[in-house]
């Protein structure tokens, strides 16, 4: 249970308004600055300043805010724990970007529960804003991504590096092969439909590389559906640049193979994402490992 000046301190940090703080939590706003006064004088620091009319924390807030989010978090976590107390076996939930859930997800997850059979789990696949907001609101206890995070918003660990590749059907005639970026120029490009998150890291891809998506003979695109993009590419459609973790299976069973561009570089990290100074972080430790050890072996299979 978070204490009332507390609470109200982590809504000022969330509306950094002092009326809208006091709309919030439906007080007046000479009881929020109060809240505010008591903590400062309590703590002896000054918490927040202005810039123009712009409320801004200063770093003694800046710490104070991460110890009450993450106090605030807990406190919410704390609540489902006690419940689960009486019962035998527990709940993990995990949220996962959309490029993890499509690669390596399903087999961890498998994975997991062949060894812990009695855990319960909760995942939820979304989009970066919507998990970190899930995390902070005690809603999951861990979210994989693909990337890095600022560690003074939350703690990460690194699990495993991989990278995107050009795949295409067996029966395609660069299968396998090495090739200048030119050749690859005349085929169908699959992709992900314009503004949407894995369009956008191939775009950012394809500039690190100086490939340009307007010199292929013809696009398809296609909105967050990774078995459509299979299926094109399995019947020799087009060409795509994939996760190689994503196609894993299809590259071991030769269904797919993939073009080796020349002067071509691109790896990413995922990351196992959580609260900062998190109460519950000793307990996690045991996952954090398991799925490191895992992404070890999946990738040494690749």
Not at 7 to 31: D, G, M, N, R, W
Not at 128 to 144: A, I, P, R, V
Not at 276 to 285: E, G, K, M, V, W
Request: charged share 20%.
């Amino acid at each position: 249970m978070l204490d009332t000046r507390f609470f109200t301190f982590l809504v000022l940090c969330q509306t950094k308004s002092f009326t809208k703080t006091a709309e919030e939590l439906h007080i007046t706003q000479p009881a929020v600055s109060h809240h505010i006064k008591y903590l400062e004088e309590y703590y002896n620091v000054k918490l927040y300043t202005y810039v123009g009319k712009k409320f801004h924390l200063t770093t003694s807030g800046e710490v104070l805010y991460q110890f009450v989010s993450s106090f605030y978090t807990d406190s919410e976590r704390i609540k489902e724990q006690l419940r689960q107390s009486n019962s035998a076996s527990a709940m993990l939930r995990l949220g996962a970007e959309q490029s993890a859930g499509e690669s390596f997800l399903p087999y961890l997850i498998i994975s997991y529960l062949e060894k812990n059979p009695d855990c319960r789990m909760r995942i939820v696949t979304d989009n970066y804003n919507t998990l970190s907001q899930m995390l902070n609101d005690g809603e999951l206890d861990f979210f994989l991504m693909d990337g890095i995070v600022s560690k003074t918003e939350h703690d990460y660990y690194e699990l495993y590096h991989s990278s995107v590749v050009c795949v295409c059907s067996s029966m395609h005639p660069l299968a396998g092969k090495t090739v200048p970026i030119e050749e690859v120029y005349n085929n169908t490009l699959i992709l992900g439909a314009d503004k949407t998150p894995s369009r956008k890291r191939l775009e950012s891809i394809f500039r690190d590389n100086h490939i340009s998506t307007i010199h292929f003979h013809n696009h398809i695109e296609i909105n967050n559906s990774l078995p459509l993009v299979k299926q094109l590419l399995l019947h020799n459609i087009g060409i795509s640049f994939l996760y190689k973790s994503a196609v894993a299976s299809e590259l071991r069973e030769g269904i797919l193979q993939q073009i080796f561009i020349e002067n071509y570089y691109e790896f990413h990290a995922y990351n196992l994402v959580s609260l900062h100074n998190s109460y519950f972080h000793a307990n996690q430790i045991e996952f954090i490992k398991f799925c490191q050890d895992f992404l070890r072996q999946w990738d040494s299979d690749l």
